[in-house]
């Protein structure tokens, strides 16, 4: 085994990729289209109209992905980071309690979120380091996976008000004081413990595997972090020379 000293492995997402290609392609279609339109005589066709609409359409979706991070984790022996366009959340190894998948079971129904669960440890932790920015943008962007947990618990429609309105004081249970976006992101992080057992959520988009695979290994690095990095990294090695 090969040996090597502060080792990182890097997670591309799977939502990410081809995000130049595919605005290349809309692109070089799109050009096409209006030369094509330029050269004949005649009113552009429906098919046309189609044509080039799709074509602004690959060429917006191609865009969008070169946005964002070309890398979306960050995995070294000390911590696990979360790149956004918008900033970044850590989790120190000591901090990381487990991962899973988020299941709400009501009434005989089963659901499971699209995305895995982290537990902490300490999550006034975690809030220490976290910046407003990427906590305004992760309250609006996971909220439609944090409403379907609701939506699981409020069939009567007796749902507590504090869960569909982040408060923006939060006192954790250490003492600790929060206001603002970082308040309201505590909060969010309570509520969902309190609906499922994690305190926060990676969504499929932002894996490079599937969530049931990402969260294994999320939990052999917790185990032994030093000797999962090694062992993916010789596999992405080993399928690059493929």
Known sequence: MVKRKHAVLKLRAQGARNGIEILTVGAI???????????????????????????????????????????????????????????????????????????????????ELNAVGIKLNNTDEFLSQLAPRIAGKLLIEQRHLFMQVIQKHCKNGNCPSEWLVEDNHYTSVHGRSFNGLIAMFANRIRHLQQLTGYDLLLPASVLDSSIWDFSR???????NPKVFIESQLERKTLDDRR
Do not use: D
Not at 58 to 86: D, N, R, W
């Open 29 to 111: 279609g799109l050009i096409f289209i209006m030369l094509f339109n330029l050269l004949r005589p005649g009113e552009i066709s429906i098919l046309e109209i189609f044509l080039v609409s799709l074509c602004l359409a690959a060429i917006f979706v191609g865009f969008l992905k070169t946005q964002e991070p070309f890398y979306s984790l960050v995995i070294t022996e000390q911590e696990l980071i979360y790149q956004h366009k918008y900033g970044y959340w850590s989790v120190k190894q000591e901090n990381f309690h487990h991962s899973g998948i988020p299941t709400v079971e009501q009434q005989l129904e089963k659901l």
């Open 217 to 223: 290994n999320l939990n052999a690095w917790r185990n």
